[in-house]
């Protein structure tokens, strides 16, 4: 079993910063990437940020330059650095993590999800 738990949202103004913060545990024996992706209501959820055990990144547009994806991988921790957050930026954020586990020689797993709301 692998779960990822995520947390850092909340309601923030115009402008404001908000962390999110995801962790994966369980049955872990390699992750190759971490990403965050965002849903709004009736729309397609999307890419927001990729990080690569290397540390390689990469990230939409529209956030280029204002988010930042980091991560620990001793804590198998991946954050999201959420500067100068637009009203644009409202959505649920959800982790993914693309791992190896004991059981699936790779398979993508997903957070619960955490909501950004920006707002006056």
């Known amino acids: 079993q692998v779960q990822l738990v995520e947390s850092g949202g909340g309601l923030v103004q115009p402008g404001g910063s908000l962390r999110l913060s995801c962790a994966a545990s369980g049955s872990i024996v390699s992750i190759y990437a971490m990403r965050w992706y965002r849903q709004s209501p009736g729309k397609q959820r999307k890419l927001v940020a990729a990080?690569?055990?290397?540390?390689?990144?990469n990230y939409v547009d529209s956030v280029k330059g204002r988010f930042t994806i980091s991560r620990e991988n001793a804590k198998n921790t991946v954050y999201l650095q959420m500067n100068s957050l637009k009203p644009e930026d409202t959505a649920v954020y959800y982790c993914?993590?693309?791992?190896?586990?004991?059981?699936?020689?790779?398979?993508?797993?997903w957070g619960q999800g955490t909501q950004v709301i920006v707002s006056s």
């Open positions: 993914n993590a693309d791992l190896m586990s004991f059981y699936a020689q790779r398979a993508d797993y």
């Open positions: 990080i690569t055990s290397g540390g390689m990144t």
